[in-house]
């Protein structure tokens, strides 16, 4: 019986200064670790930063090492081109390869270490962060694996951040994110309210001065918004891959003006899936948007919209997103080498459902080959593989889309109704005398298709020389701009 014991003692020794051993060794390589992942991380934020125009960046790292754990802190600095936010944070680091904090809950799964993190709440915070509740309004917990993937969530408690020009207001919500070594890998985000309010110079910065002038406020409100993103980096640095989708029961924008009443827009369920594929050298992308938008809380009924890209030169697409877009010069060089690759364009469908009926375009372009010199010398139609555009309108439902944003401005709805019924009738009259409508008992509709020997439009053939220039000139207007 006693040697039995003496074993048990034995093993549970053993065990214990392997463990002390493994959590002193750990949190003498931490530091280094912990450094170099915050340093990935921050690269990968930097990155996605030129697309957001939001620089993200841990700073300021200091660790205090002991055994079994080791104290932190650091700053969360945030950058825009209206807001510079610096939050503290301190924690704790638990050293591997059996963290305590992971103990505590009987996850015996080794890590390297297992981390908990607050906001620093002093005076500095509290004139930025007003929280509602007697928790963090920000915290972190995180584990890092030996192969040094990091796993984790970031909890919002319900609070208000302000700042010279921005307010944000959040309820509960979570950030989760599952890392690689390189501190890439899926996020899950999940708000159950989440409201900005813009005024100021960040109010210019969104409108990009497109009427700002006249605006007092501009408010952003969200209701159960969620999201989720798997993006890799490409070899060339601004070009990812991967898909990631938004969903938000009612996104609202407030549009307050000084002397004009307020106006709003709404997508209520609301719906964005965004893929991107690499093939060789080219990309491809897929975007699909469902709402049901709202103009002044009046429906314009369900809109859809999918588009397609394919055959993107990966190494011009690179080069357009580092060009300034004002330079309009290298703009419109690169756009017309991104032709040279063939590009694919399909939009199917841009569709609008209401009450009254259906208004549908689809839309397939895909160039054959970009020799602008047969173009000149009329032969535009040899830049085309394939060229299709078409569009479906039940007159009713396009009435009701009249009707409907005459009354939301105001207009009683016999008058909207009327308006709207002469406004289409005068379209109508004047695209069949043009040939650009064809008008079927109560449906109108517009087709054009390549063919050999020029485009059918409406059913009627139109020979390549009469085409002209027309198209072309469409084209490099669109690729300079």
Known sequence: MM????????????????????????????EDQYQQQISKINHSWQQQSQFSGILTQIED????????????????????????????????????????????????????????????????????????SNESPISIVATMSYRQNVKGETTFMPAQLTTDDIQLNWDKGRLQFDLNALGIGQYDMDFTKLNMVLTDYSLKAVMADNGAEHL???????????????????????????????????????YSYSTEPSVTADFAKLTIDFDAKQDKDVMNYALSVTTEPKFNDYSLGKLAFALNTEHLSVQTLNAILATDPNDEKIMQRLGLELLQDQPHVQIKPLSLNNNAGKIEANVDIALFESDFTKAFNGK??????????????????????????????????????IQAQQQIDMLVT????????????NELSLAIGLEKDGINFNGNIIPEEYIGMAILGLMMQGVGH
Request: no cysteine; aromatic share 8%.
């Open 380 to 417: 535009i139609l040899s830049l085309f593989k394939q060229l299709s555009i078409n569009l479906n309108v039940d007159k009713a439902a396009a009435v009701e889309f009249l009707s409907i944003l005459e009354q939301s401005t105001g207009q009683n709805k016999v008058n909207a109704d």
């Open 3 to 30: 040697k039995k014991l003496n074993i048990a003692v034995g093993v549970i020794v053993a065990f214990g200064i392997m463990w002390i051993s493994g959590a002193w060794y750990t949190g003498k390589s931490i």
């Open 61 to 132: 790292v200091q660790v205090e090492r002991g055994i079994f754990r080791s104290d932190f802190r650091y700053r969360l600095n945030i950058k825009s081109h209206s807001l510079n936010l610096n939050l503290p944070f301190e924690g704790t680091l638990y050293h591997g390869p059996l963290p305590l904090n992971q103990v505590a809950i009987l996850n015996l799964v080794p890590a390297m270490f297992s981390t908990s993190a607050k906001l620093v709440e002093n005076e500095e915070t509290a004139k930025r962060i007003q929280t509602h």
């Open 216 to 254: 007092k406020k501009m408010t952003i409100e969200f209701d159960h918004l969620k999201s989720s993103s798997d993006m890799q980096p490409t070899v060339l640095s601004l070009l990812y891959t991967g898909k990631g989708k938004i969903s938000t029961d009612n996104l609202r924008y407030v």
């Open 430 to 441: 004047q695209g069949k005398a043009q040939g650009v409508i064809v008008e079927k008992d």
